[in-house]
């Protein structure tokens, strides 16, 4: 058990690692080739954080666990909020001031609200994942539209905190050898996550979804972590909470979204009855603590959201989840 755990936090580590060093070398060879760096910080950089769940997930799947593959978008979207937002509250209280996070708050919900009605049949179909997919591509084209107009009037503090965060060294030979130890790295990693997380699903007698929905979320949302508590610390505000919200649709449209195209399947009914309806809630609160006024998360609900998360795991483990045989 001890050296099965000690492999998923490796693997975990090294697929995190090794999805920064992707969209690193990515950006790079996007703006070697002209790209504009506004639609690079758009693309591969916000799709860039929730990375390691798509690979995670899409392995996942692929190896016949669908239930880790939902686990961990589910979770990671309940991790980025209750633990992710709460921690980098307690350090710095958050102020929204962007025009276009108030616009892709309900995008969000939407997507909740999406994800809920495609799996309302306990299964994912591969129509679920081509309607995934699409509102990914929509989703996409409408953020590059309303932060052009934005960032042509200059007034959007989030489009300038993004541009600022893309990196300005590197050449084309440093972006391809990158490129070529994140693909030697990410195929071991995230077989050393599912193979251990599958030992420790059947070591401590839990599902394999709980796993998803605690340890494997909480591994695949270090970025997050990390360039959350980042721009909380620099005062980056916007591009902070932009992340999280950003990694949630994300994770919902991508992150289930490839893996019914893939491995299409049953899934377990408490994805529905249960986890879904977490994740729904926590997602009301978020928006409903940047839509009020102030516009502002201090640190009482910082404190209140990561109480919460510990309180979540715990009715997870050992109260809520059936055991396994």
Same mark, same amino acid.
């Given at each position: 058990?001890?050296?099965?755990?000690?492999?998923?936090?490796?693997?975990?580590?090294?697929?995190?690692?090794?999805?920064?060093?992707?969209?690193?070398?990515?950006?790079?060879?996007?703006?070697?080739?002209?790209?504009?760096?506004?639609?690079?910080?758009?693309?591969?950089?916000?799709?860039?954080?929730?990375?390691?769940?798509?690979?995670?997930?899409? /392995?996942?799947?692929?190896? @016949?666990?669908?239930?880790?593959? !939902? %686990? #961990?978008? =589910?979770?990671?979207?309940? $991790?980025? *909020?209750?633990?992710?937002?709460?921690?980098?509250?307690?350090?710095?209280?958050?102020?929204?001031?962007?025009?276009?996070?108030?616009?892709?708050?309900?995008?969000?919900?939407?997507?909740?609200?999406?994800?809920?009605?495609?799996?309302?049949?306990?299964?994912?179909?591969?129509?679920?994942?081509?309607?995934?997919?699409?509102?990914?591509?929509?989703?996409?084209?409408?953020?590059?539209?309303?932060?052009?107009?934005?960032?042509?009037?200059?007034?959007?503090?989030?489009?300038?905190?993004?541009?600022?965060?893309?990196?300005?060294?590197?050449?084309?030979?440093?972006?391809?050898?990158?490129?070529?130890?994140?693909?030697?790295?990410?195929?071991?990693?995230?077989?050393?996550?599912?193979?251990?997380?599958?030992?420790?699903?059947?070591?401590?007698?839990? /599902?394999?979804?709980?796993? @998803?929905?605690?340890?494997?979320? !909480? %591994? #695949?949302? =270090?970025?997050?972590?990390? $360039?959350? *508590?980042?721009?909380?610390?620099?005062?980056?505000?916007?591009?902070?909470?932009?992340?999280?919200?950003?990694?949630?649709?994300?994770?919902?449209?991508?992150?289930?979204?490839?893996?019914?195209?893939?491995?299409?399947?049953?899934?377990?009914?408490?994805?529905?009855?249960?986890?879904?309806?977490?994740?729904?809630?926590?997602?009301?609160?978020?928006?409903?603590?940047?839509?009020?006024?102030?516009?502002?998360?201090?640190?009482?609900?910082?404190?209140?959201?990561?109480?919460?998360?510990?309180?979540?795991?715990?009715?997870?483990?050992?109260?809520?989840?059936?055991?396994?045989?």
């Amino acid at each position: 058990m001890l050296l099965a755990t000690a492999l998923l936090i490796i693997g975990l580590l090294l697929v995190v690692y090794g999805a920064d060093r992707l969209v690193f070398a990515a950006s790079i060879l996007c703006r070697s080739f002209g790209v504009p760096p506004l639609l690079i910080g758009l693309t591969v950089v916000s799709i860039g954080t929730s990375l390691p769940e798509l690979i995670v997930a899409s /392995s996942a799947a692929l190896h @016949g666990q669908l239930d880790l593959a !939902v %686990g #961990t978008a =589910l979770g990671s979207n309940i $991790t980025n *909020i209750l633990l992710i937002l709460g921690l980098a509250a307690l350090l710095h209280p958050f102020t929204v001031n962007s025009d276009i996070l108030r616009r892709e708050l309900p995008l969000m919900l939407v997507v909740s609200a999406i994800i809920g009605w495609l799996l309302f049949d306990n299964q994912l179909s591969v129509v679920d994942g081509v309607i995934l997919i699409t509102v990914s591509v929509a989703y996409l084209l409408f953020t590059i539209k309303i932060t052009r107009l934005a960032g042509n009037e200059g007034a959007d503090k989030l489009t300038r905190e993004q541009l600022a965060e893309l990196p300005r060294e590197g050449n084309r030979p440093v972006a391809f050898l990158w490129l070529a130890v994140a693909l030697i790295i990410m195929p071991m990693a995230t077989r050393m996550v599912i193979d251990n997380a599958s030992v420790l699903a059947h070591y401590f007698g839990v /599902s394999e979804l709980v796993i @998803g929905l605690t340890i494997i979320s !909480v %591994g #695949t949302s =270090l970025p997050e972590l990390a $360039t959350t *508590i980042a721009g909380a610390r620099k005062g980056e505000d916007d591009i902070a909470i932009g992340n999280i919200i950003g990694s949630n649709i994300f994770n919902i449209v991508l992150v289930m979204g490839i893996p019914a195209l893939i491995a299409p399947g049953e899934i377990d009914p408490l994805v529905f009855a249960r986890d879904y309806w977490v994740m729904l809630v926590v997602s009301v609160i978020f928006a409903v603590l940047c839509w009020r006024k102030p516009r502002s998360i201090g640190k009482t609900a910082g404190a209140l959201l990561t109480c919460s998360f510990f309180v979540w795991i715990v009715v997870l483990w050992f109260v809520a989840s059936p055991v396994v045989g």
